[in-house]
Structures are given as structure tokens and as C-alpha cells.
């Protein structure tokens, strides 16, 4: 009896992921694309959930499914493998194809902080005088808000200007912009040609104690490209309040178009770590972004540390998760282990790189707390090969210079990967549902 419900369950897998043609991805079969890639095992691309942690959001996916008008909101939290944004956003855009899109979601200023980011999307300003807020700093130069970074300025007037990149951010149009500042920072309203477009500009009432603001701003057409400019006058009101009185701090932007779909928000910050984010006010800020879902891309940086310690790393894991667990109690949780790196070491005086052990160590123990704490898991670590694969991710020249990081199209294949695995998993519960 096994044996015929294995074969009917192989047999309808294959009815319902049919063969594609070339190398077009069809909506619906994306998980059936075999990776390009010889050493990736694709067997292994399906997400580990034996507690059914993820059947809420997999229910969010079937509504948008059915046709119904709502949105599933997907947070992407990492270090610089997500700050560049190739591999998460190429899932974002594998899922939104799927199930349907609905916006770019969370772009931050990230170049405004002298840093990198994603090349779908631009912010740019005339202020020259600005403060830096980073995660990764023990004690941030100013507040940090969801995105993992904060900006502040002492200048009494400030501007934005947002773009979407005409071919990279091709599809995300927008017409609804949530603009995330300081409680005590000058609102922003658009200038330029879309000034006199705006039908709404509110400020969102936030939780007690976040010190952080979401002025939700609802422009009449979609756009690429938005001016604001800041204004002394609060929202809703004519008072004109004195320039002394603001302290311009801002975190970033959502851009949303209103339909229904997939919203991913993708946050990355180079260096981060589990602890850096193990910050109950941190925690409590990423909340107000109502995620469904909780992506955890971590792990890469703690690997080189000199006395690395599975246990001291596990309890930094479960730190956070319990955070988490408290102010986002509704949202699913997947841990991602990190792909194998190298590190540098020096052998009579020349430099040299070697594999780091230490990549498999933490892949292993973030399985292991997933598996105690029933958090689903998905073991990129052994998809894209497992132990000495990092060899083969550079001698393909899908891995950086540096062997840490991976090329644009290394990226994107892992994120391809994270794709299949969420929609295997789905897959897989509907076809056991189906013979219960």
C-alpha cells in the first residue's frame, strides 16, 4: 500500500509540474525548474516543518489563490547576503509572480549611510549632514528603525527623492508610500509634478513607546518616481510649528500599488548578526510591519569568530526567537541556514583561504533549535551542496572575489532555491492532505 501511495504521489508531482520549456519560468510550475547548477541538490529544496508552523501563511497563499483581495506580507531579515538584494529579491519576485504582487515593499536609504543597496530602486537627497543609526553598532549614533538603520539630520529643511530602476525594478509602480521617521521629525509630502496628486496623508498610530511615526501617503496614478519634501505643518492640521522644534530622523519607505498579492519586505544590514537584532525596541519596530511571515537569514558572520561556540551561538539564536515569539506572536518563523564560505588565514606570511569549518557548525545548530523550538527550517547550507561546496560555487565563478560573498547570479539562484523550497513544502502538504 506504501508503494502504490508513493508512485500515485510521484505521478501527481508530475501532472502537476509539466516540463518547461527553454528557460521561461510559468507561474505555478516554477518549483519543477531544475537548478543550473550540477552540484545543487534539488531533493533537497523543500522547507523542514514537522509542526506545521507554516499552514497559516501557506492559507494566506491559497486565499490570494481563490482571487480574494488581500495582501500576505513576507519579512526578509539577514546580513549582507540580503543588503544587496539578489537573493531575496529574486524569491520576492518568483512568489509574487505566483501568487501576485503587491508593491516593492521596504526600501531604505541605504547609500545615503555610504553602504550598498538594492539595484531596483534609488533614494537620493540634496542633505549632506547626516547621522548614522546601523544595527551592527553597539551603541547606534542615532535610533534605528524596522529596516536595521536610521538617519538623522540637523538640516531644517529635507528632501527625498525616490525612484524605481527603469529596467532592475521593472513592475513596481506605485501609488501608496508609508514613510517610517522619528515621532519628533518634520512629516514629508510630495513635491514636483505629483504635488497637487496626493489623495491622502496620515499618520498611522503606532504602539506607545516606539518614538517612530508611519505616515501613510496615497498618491491618484501610479508612478516610478516621487519628490518629497518635508513641511513644519502636521499632518491634518495648520499649524506651523518652528523649525527647532524637529529632530529629522527617518528609517525608510514601504511602496505598495494597492492590489492584492505578495508584499516582501527584504532587510538586510552587512555584518549583522543575531544579536544585533536581539533589541526589544528593534523587535517591537519590525512588528509594525505585520509580517505573516518571518524569513531569518543569519549565521555567516558569527561563523568567523575566533572562539565560536555552538552552544554560546544556539542560546543567541533562542534569545531572539523568543523575542520575536513575544511581539510577533501571529507570525510564522522560517530559519534559513547559510551557504559555505571560506575564510582567510595566513601560512607563512602568505595569505591563503581555506574552507570554513565553521559554516557547517552553524547550519547544524540552527537546525537543531528549529527543530526543538517546531520552527520550520530550510537547510540552504545542504541545497547548495553541503560541506566543500563552496569550492565549486568559485570555481564556477558564482562566488565572489572575497569567497564569502556570491555574484549577482549566484544570488539569484539561491533565492530561485528558496523559491522551490516554499512551494515544495506546500506541495507536499496538499498531496498528504489529499490521501488523509
Known amino acids: ?209 516606539l518614538q517612530m511615526i508611519a505616515d501613510t501617503i496615497r498618491i491618484a496614478r501610479e508612478t516610478d518616481t516621487l519628490q518629497l519634501q518635508s513641511t513644519r505643518r502636521q499632518p491634518g492640521t495648520d499649524v506651523l510649528l518652528p523649525a527647532s522644534s524637529f529632530k529629522n530622523l527617518y528609517y525608510g519607505f514601504s511602496l505598495t500599488n494597492g492590489k492584492p498579492g505578495i508584499l516582501y519586505h527584504s532587510i538586510g544590514i552587512n555584518g549583522a548578526m543575531f544579536v544585533n537584532y536581539t533589541d526589544e525596541g528593534y523587535i517591537r519596530r519590525l512588528a509594525t510591519l505585520q509580517p505573516s511571515l518571518l524569513i531569518l ?34 507570525t510564522a518563523i522560517l530559519f534559513t541556514t547559510p551557504p559555505e564560505c571560506y575564510r582567510r588565514v595566513t601560512v607563512n606570511k602568505q595569505r591563503r583561504y581555506v574552507r570554513n569549518e565553521n559554516t557547517e557548525r552553524v547550519a547544524q545548530t540552527i537546525l537543531r533549535v528549529a527543530a526543538r523550538e517546531g520552527v520550520a527550517c530550510w537547510d540552504l547550507f545542504a541545497a547548495t551542496g553541503g560541506r566543500k561546496s563552496a569550492a565549486n560555487w568559485f570555481d564556477g565563478k558564482w562566488m565572489g572575489r572575497d569567497r564569502i560573498h556570491f555574484s549577482k547570479e549566484g544570488y539569484e539562484e539561491q533565492g530561485l532555491l528558496l523559491y522551490k523550497a516554499l512551494i515544495n513544502l506546500k506541495q507536499q502538504n496538499e498531496t498528504e492532505a489529499a490521501y488523509e
Open 1 to 209: 500500500m506504501r508503494t502504490r501511495l508513493v508512485v500515485v504521489y510521484f505521478i501527481a508531482l508530475w501532472i502537476h509540474f509539466p516540463v518547461l520549456a527553454g528557460n521561461g519560468v510559468t507561474p505555478g510550475h516554477a518549483a519543477a525548474l531544475p537548478s543550473k547548477l550540477s552540484f545543487v541538490v534539488d531533493s533537497l529544496c523543500v522547507v523542514s516543518d514537522p509542526a506545521h508552523a507554516l499552514d497559516r501563511f501557506y492559507a494566506g497563499l491559497d486565499s490570494l489563490s481563490a482571487g480574494r483581495d488581500t495582501v500576505i506580507t513576507i519579512v526578509h531579515l539577514g546580513d549582507s547576503h540580503i543588503q544587496a538584494g539578489y537573493y531575496s529579491g529574486r524569491t520576492m519576485r518568483m512568489l509574487q509572480q505566483e501568487f501576485g504582487n503587491a508593491g516593492r515593499g521596504w526600501i531604505a536609504p541605504l547609500k545615503i549611510t555610504r553602504t550598498n543597496e538594492p539595484d531596483d530602486y534609488f533614494i537620493t537627497t540634496l542633505i549632506k549632514d547626516w547621522t548614522t543609526g546601523r544595527s551592527i553598532q553597539s551603541s547606534p549614533r542615532c535610533p534605528i528603525g524596522p529596516g536595521g538603520i536610521g538617519i538623522q539630520t540637523p538640516a531644517p529643511f529635507v528632501n527625498f527623492d525616490i525612484s524605481i530602476a527603469p529596467n532592475n525594478g521593472a513592475g513596481y509602480s506605485f501609488n501608496q508610500v508609508v514613510v517610517y521617521r522619528g515621532e519628533k521629525s518634520m512629516p514629508l509630502l510630495p513635491a514636483g509634478k505629483l504635488r497637487d496628486s496626493t489623495l491622502a496623508a496620515n499618520g498611522q498610530p503606532l504602539p506607545t513607546g
Open 297 to 330: 537569514s543569519l549565521g555567516t558572520n558569527e561563523s568567523f569568530g575566533r572562539r565560536f561556540s555552538t552552544n554560546e551561538f544556539a542560546g543567541q539564536v533562542e534569545a531572539f526567537l523568543a523575542l520575536v515569539r513575544k511581539y510577533l506572536p501571529q
